[in-house]
Structure formats: C-alpha cells, structure tokens
C-alpha cells in the first residue's frame, strides 16, 4: 500500500460519482478530491486513464487509475475487504453484480438524461443548482455557469429530447418497479444486508428521491417538471427504502471534508 492517500476525481452532482464516494465513505477509507469543471472533466478523464475512459468518476490508487464506479468498487473491495459490498456467498455475488449492472445500465444514464432535461427547461432552478453544485469560482457565477452546463448537457446528453425524456420516465419507472420486486418483503436487494447492489441501486436513484444525505441539500427544489414527475411516486416504497438506505448507510469518510481538496 501506497503511503499517499487515494484521489477521487468526480463531479459533485453525478449520481456515478455519488457511487464511488458513498463506496469509499463505507470503507471508510480517507482521500483526496478533486471537482474539474464539467466539459473540460473529459479531457482530465481521458489523461488520467490514457484514453481508456472520457467519463468520472477516476480513483488514483496504489499508482493506478481507475475509471467508472463499478471498477472502482472492485478495486475498493480487493483492497479493502471489511466491510465488505460483495456477498460472501457466491449465488448472492452474482446477484448482486448483476443488479449493480441492471442499475447501472437500465436506471443510471436514463436518470441523468430526464434530470438535465427538466433543469434545461427550468431556467430559475438550474441557475440555483449552480449556485450550490458549481465547482470553485464558477459558483458565484450561477447565471453564467448554468448557461455552459444548459450547453454543455445539451451537446453531451441531448438535454433538450423530448422523446428521449420521455423514454427516460419509462426507465426510470421501469427500474424502480424491478427494484421493488426484487426487494420483496426484504429490507436488502441480496442476502439480508447491504450490499453494492443496495448501493448501487440508492445512488443512481438519488435525483429522484432527493435525500437529505445526498450529495445536493435536501431544500434545493427540484426542476418544476422533475418535480411533477417525482411527486406522485413519493409514496412508493422504493422510493422510501431509497431515502432509508441513506439514512442507514451514507456515512460521511472519517476526513472528507478535510481531505477534498481545492477544485482543479
């Protein structure tokens, strides 16, 4: 093991990035962190991994580079066995990696589409969301910074398909029904304790739900049309146990606040 503490290069508001920090804060292991602006994050990405990757989150550790939450999960894992998000029981394993990819798949990019959707159309709310999310000076810019990312997330993520949000409610539907079956009766997706398929499956859902634990405060408001579209699923018990495993698990990292360091 490396003397130097891990560094996590991510953005403050991406449900992947929330993977990866909520990863290490169960870990509990102390790092550094670094925020570049969104847009000029891909070509930090794409440095720090040698092409492989033009996306964050990227953990350096141990002299390594890793790109995308699930492989820094298993990083994460095989060098920090206790406590552990892989079952120890191999069926169970393969379960829960299997929901880790549903989510990530079926749930995660389909999120983030209809989430920068409704901000695009909601000018007030995007502009206060840059006010708390921003990195380094371009928050006290909010007007100016929600303009690049109305850009930004245009171009990136086709932020402005109607049709392509619409098909994102339906996934978005579509997942949070599967995370319900698979629950059952259980307060865990896999083996009766907390898993990186719970893990997985509370942060790719954290825009909709919102919780107070989340990485945006709990007040912010959400965009008018995401709202019009979460409000009638508060009562659903996914979207419940979403806010619980939050309650229940997202610890803080011993020094993170300490540890994050100015943006890049």
Do not use: C
Not at 84 to 90: A, E, F, I, Q, S
Not at 129 to 135: E, N, S, W, Y
Not at 143 to 167: E, H, N, S
Not at 230 to 238: D, F, I, N, S, V
């Amino acid at each position: 093991m490396s003397d130097s503490l891990p560094t996590l290069w991510h953005i403050d508001v991406s449900h992947y990035s929330e993977k990866a920090r909520w990863a290490l804060a169960w870990k509990g292991v102390d790092h550094r962190r670094h925020s570049p602006v969104p847009g000029a994050h891909m070509v930090v990405a794409a440095w720090l991994t040698r092409g492989k990757q033009v996306t964050f989150p990227v953990l350096s550790i141990d002299g390594e580079r890793i790109g995308d939450s699930t492989a820094i999960i298993a990083a994460l894992e095989e060098r920090f066995p206790e406590p552990p998000l892989y079952p120890g029981d191999p069926g169970d394993r393969r379960r829960a990696l299997a929901l880790e990819d549903f989510f990530d798949e079926e749930l995660g990019p389909h999120i983030r589409h209809l989430a920068w959707h409704e901000l695009v159309n909601d000018r007030e709310r995007f502009t206060e969301l840059m006010r708390h999310a921003a990195p380094g000076p371009l928050a006290r810019m909010p007007g100016a910074a929600a303009a690049y990312a109305r850009v930004f997330t245009t171009l990136r993520f086709r932020a402005g398909d109607a049709k392509q949000a619409a098909r994102g409610r339906a996934k978005v539907l579509a997942a949070l029904d599967r995370l319900e079956q698979e629950l059952g009766e259980g307060d865990y997706l896999v083996g009766g304790s907390f898993s990186v398929a719970d893990l997985t499956a509370a942060s790719l859902f954290y825009p909709l739900v919102q919780p107070e634990q989340g990485p945006m405060p709990a007040e912010l408001p959400a965009a008018a049309g995401f709202e019009r579209f979460r409000a009638p699923l508060k009562e659903r018990r996914g979207f419940k146990w979403v806010a619980e495993m939050f309650r229940r698990h997202r610890k803080p990292a011993r020094d993170a606040a300490a540890a994050t360091a100015a943006p890049a």
